[in-house]
């Protein structure tokens, strides 16, 4: 069974362009190695909850960093097309012993190209 850390998550809110790579890091864990770790994010319409827009894990989308404790998340140009309103998403990172830590949650804006 796995642990919740007891700390509340950094909310970061983000604007999404469709058609557009949405590169953002996180260096909260900067120098802790988080080798055996996993990383999930989740996007989830705002209007049609729970409905699941995207979801990304360590390999798709996202980079645990190795040694640096870096995290790079990265929605791809074609991801974002697919994506054409509102969202609401959380990054929750796993590591070895169960423990998961909330790291991010937020509204993601959809915003059209001009």
Known sequence: MATALGTE???VDLVLQPGATLIFTIDDRAGV????????MKIR???RYPVE???????????LGGTSGI?????SAAQTAGIS???AY???LTYPDTTV?????????YKRWI
């Open 45 to 47: 319409s705002v209007a």
């Open 101 to 109: 830590d909330k790291m991010r949650s937020g509204t993601i804006r």
């Open 71 to 75: 995290i790079t998340v990265t929605i």
């Open 33 to 40: 190695a988080l080798a055996g770790s996993t990383a999930s």
């Open 9 to 11: 998550s950094t909310r």
């Open 90 to 92: 959380d990054l929750l």
């Open 53 to 63: 827009l995207l979801a990304l894990s360590v390999g798709s989308g996202i980079d």
């Open 85 to 87: 309103e509102n969202a």
